[in-house]
């Protein structure tokens, strides 16, 4: 077949039109159906296995379902709520026990039945599958018992108040449903390149670093705003992307309809025509470091907390907002708490900027003439450019914050053996703050070695709370702690963004693509 | 000429060892392995897991039965599987060198049409304006880094002007046009820094021709300026040309892995940045010895057809 330039051009040129009739942000009310919606992708993708998958995309979600549902309330804009996918109903029989039933008539894309048995068996092989990815949201499961076709008993080791949240598709460690069938009959490997869901998309094709294509599934069983069944749009291309200003080029062109923008781009796309949204909930904090509090550690400031309260007082907060985030952050003092995370208060104690008082403290503590902290970092402006920043406002009291960049690898070796005075690590609001583990004592993700018997205390009870806002009011004495042990360090937030084409809908968070829908 | 190719051969296969030992040693003492890199934050944080992948990878063999394994496998033919995305090595490099050749020709092809003609004009116009405007040319198009380069080339030909498509990559029998006009951006990002050097090679060798004692000769029988050029001096000038064009090859890979990154081409380029961030040993050992072999092959081919068109070479 021939294809004339022109008509290669031609959809560039309509999207063009449309960015220049600057639509505003989710005019488009009424649900479109059809077309291909396109997604820039940053993360390389190692398996689409989502049990064995090492890279945690949120692609997962178009071609898998989750037990649970975790969407934006409607008629809100900032407030999400839990609600059901495969499972039909969620109730504890005891503190340990729960008995969950299953949605009729689900099919797989290979024309398999979603089952209690496959259910169980998912659940199953997410917890000892040697390879799985996912292991720490059901490692606590002790029996998943087949009750009937479409009800299973669970037994757990704890109490486990947040396992719904677990089992959605906002938790990175989320175990999505399988078709078991597949598994069996394809084998690991096979399964990881063409996997089988019974999500709204089915695979069509992976192209190791370059696409996934993904086609409609017509025997999806949820329905959209219109009535008939997802998904909106005919298919989706998800294409790994490695440069952010490329795919935000490629945006503007109208070959790409959805992307993570850099931040120094937001203004350019938002003039281009293209919708800035920015994600509820899904704030990240920087520049987020910790300081090792291990008992061997060499630095005085694992050791000394008026040197770590100088550090937190010598940093002007709000001028690091106003200065990094483009007037599109704001300073922030709660490291791991974020608005509309559980137990987040802005009346908790906080560092405010207070130059004088960090002198004072240097000198309490003996170190008048200056002190020195080395953080280690991945060499990336984003992560690096908030640290130098810091850099300079630590010296002004006499901090001298040397700052060693080295490549993600040795980063996360460094991390995981303990090797570091202080580490700068990615801060990001999490839907519940029990998943956050980096201050739980002994946990895989506390590098940093911290270790508090009331914070410890305070997370086992709050594990056990099935209450939200009794949950809430535990988070906050656990910050009122972190506080005053001053190893986390954060300095300002800002919204994760997604960059999207004016005709594109019915995203909520990135997680929920699945909803989408491209306006022709 | 056979005892000539018998020392060529004898000596490729040397380098082909040393280099497959100093990328099995870079790699080895890079920090970090692709336990970790592939565990990422997430999964790193599982002693226990890291140990069992370790395990599984290999890794946790000392480094020369590492070694030794692994040449002991790709002498039967087998380069392994990627310990990244677990899809075999040799269909993978293949599938991927497809762009990469593709881009690496188109390059070439562009850098000598643009530099052969500058380079002779400049050469002509020695130290007169022509020349002055091809010097500042090959210099610009020298300092100018490619994927700077090509994302300039992104804002204006498919954002501003909308000629073309900005990214991605079409196979050439699947849609030849639709190919050309994707690899268009990526070749000329490409060319940029060869075709400066190319220009001042040919502005330096024709030069140098010129002046010398068969030209004068050749002047003095009255031929005309442009059968000179032409006849006597161009064909003679052009030999270093072809030797600098077969020693680029290597160049070329090199800056084939920022613009298949800028361009989103899933080539050779952009498999050895991934296999370098994730650690993957197996990938990088065996992108190593492919273009290592690959830059070998074109150099031994250079000298060959040198020697053809040379006879000098031969005798010597």
Sequence with gaps: MKISR??????????????????????????????????????????????LANARTRIMSLMFDSLFSYRLKPGTTDEFELGYELATGFEETSETTARMTLRQGVKFHDGSDLTAEVVKWNLERARDHEKSAVQTSVSELVNVTVVDDHTLDLEFKSPQPLFRLTMTAANATNVYIVSKQAVESMGDEAFAHKPVGSGPYAVENWLVDDRVELVAFSGHWESGLDGKPLPYADRFTIRQMPDQSVSALELRAGNVHIMDPLEQDLDSLEAAGIQIYAQPGRDTGQPSFYISSKEDASTPFAHDVRLRQALQHAVDREAMAAALTFGRGKPHYYWGWYPGVPGYDESLPRYEYNPEKARQLLADAGYADGVSLTVKVINRPKDLQPLEIMQAMLGEVGITLNIETMDRTPWVESGRTGNFEALSHGNTALVDPLFRRETMTGSDANWAGYSNPKVDALWAEASRTGDTAARAEIYKNIQRILYEDAYHFIAFRAPKMLAMAPGIGGIDSDYNLRYAWLAS | MLGYLMRRLASAAVVVVLVSVIAFIIVSVLPGDTAAALLGEEGARNAERYEALRQELGLD???????????????????????????????????????????????????????????????????????????????????TPGFWF?????????????????SGYLPFFQDPLGSLQLMLMPSLALATGFTGVLIRQVRSSVLEVLNEDYITTARSKGLSPTTVLFRHALRNALLP??????????????????????????????????????RDFTMIQALMLVLALTVLTASLLTDLIYSRIDPRIRRG
């Design chain 1, 6 to 51: 022109r008509q290669l051009l031609v959809g560039t040129a309509a999207s063009a039109v449309l960015a220049q009739t600057g639509l505003p942000a989710f005019a488009a009310n009424s649900v479109s159906r059809g077309g291909t919606i396109v997604l820039a992708e940053l993360l390389a993708i190692d398996s689409l296995d989502p049990h």
């Design chain 2, 61 to 143: 063999q000392p480094i020369l039965v590492r070694y030794g394994n692994w040449v002991a496998q790709v002498v039967t033919g087998d380069l392994g599987r990627s310990l990244r995305t677990g899809e075999a090595i040799g269909p993978a490099i293949l599938a991927r060198a497809v762009p990469t050749v593709q881009l690496a020709i188109m390059a070439l092809l562009i850098s000598v049409t643009i530099a052969i003609p500058i380079g002779v004009v400049s050469a002509v116009y020695y130290r007169r304006l022509p020349d002055h405007l091809g010097t500042l040319f090959a210099l610009t198009a020298i300092a």
């Design chain 2, 150 to 166: 090509g994302i300039m080339l992104i804002i204006l030909f498919s954002v501003t002007l909308r000629w073309l498509p900005p």
């Design chain 2, 241 to 278: 040309v072809v030797t600098l064009v077969g020693l680029q090859l290597g160049a070329l890979f090199g800056g084939a892995a920022t613009v298949e990154t800028v361009f989103s081409i899933p080539g050779l380029g952009r498999l050895a940045v991934d296999s370098i961030f994730f």
